[in-house]
């Protein structure tokens, strides 16, 4: 059985769950962002407690067939920009299509009435949150994060990300006190 899970986007997120998962003495046979796969069916019972202690952690089992297309998606581009140091060989609506094995104008569609955003600006700000990240840590430099993160030149990050913040990056960097948004709530 498959469990969707909402805001489960990061490697301790995976932990917090599956010690949950544990405590209930719950098999796993695998675990991604957003989703476990469980050994057998879970109990009504057993599966309102679970989303009771999911939700104590601010976590959500999801239901329904949008709720999980959507999760889906969202982790599939956070996994992308946060997780994979690969550059994507398919365009961003293929890989989604493909992976969801659904039409992407419609998973598009849904997506944009769900979450009031489209999939492009979504996949944008994780993106510039990743430079956002990486511009703190000061270990790279503005074109080795436009490399990292797949722009095609600097200029276009800077571009994107003055388009999104209001800051240029060099300016970012000199703010310290502006905090960074977790990613979850983007």
């Not at 969202?74 to 989604?96: G, P």
């Amino acid at each position: 059985m498959k469990l969707y899970i909402k805001n489960m986007v990061c490697n301790r997120c995976e932990m917090a769950v599956q010690l949950e998962l544990e405590k209930m003495q719950i098999p796993i046979l695998s675990m991604q962002l957003g989703e476990v796969e469980i050994a057998g069916n879970l109990e009504e019972s057993e599966k309102q407690t679970l989303a009771k202690k999911l939700n104590e952690l601010g976590f959500e089992l999801l239901d329904d067939k949008i709720s999980k297309t959507i999760e889906r998606i969202k982790n599939l581009i956070i996994d992308l920009v946060h997780y994979q140091n690969e550059k994507l060989k398919i365009n961003l609506s293929t890989y989604l299509a493909e992976d969801l094995k659904q039409d992407y104008s419609a998973m598009s569609n849904l997506f944009s009435e769900t979450e009031g955003t489209t999939i492009e600006h979504y996949f944008i700000a994780q993106k510039i949150e990743k430079a956002k990240e990486l511009l703190m840590y000061n270990e790279l430099t503005l074109s080795e994060i436009a490399i990292q993160l797949n722009y095609s030149n600097v200029a276009h990050l800077s571009n994107q990300f003055k388009k999104v913040t209001g800051f240029t990056p060099s300016h970012f960097k000199k703010l310290k006190d502006i905090k960074r948004k977790q990613i979850d709530t983007l």
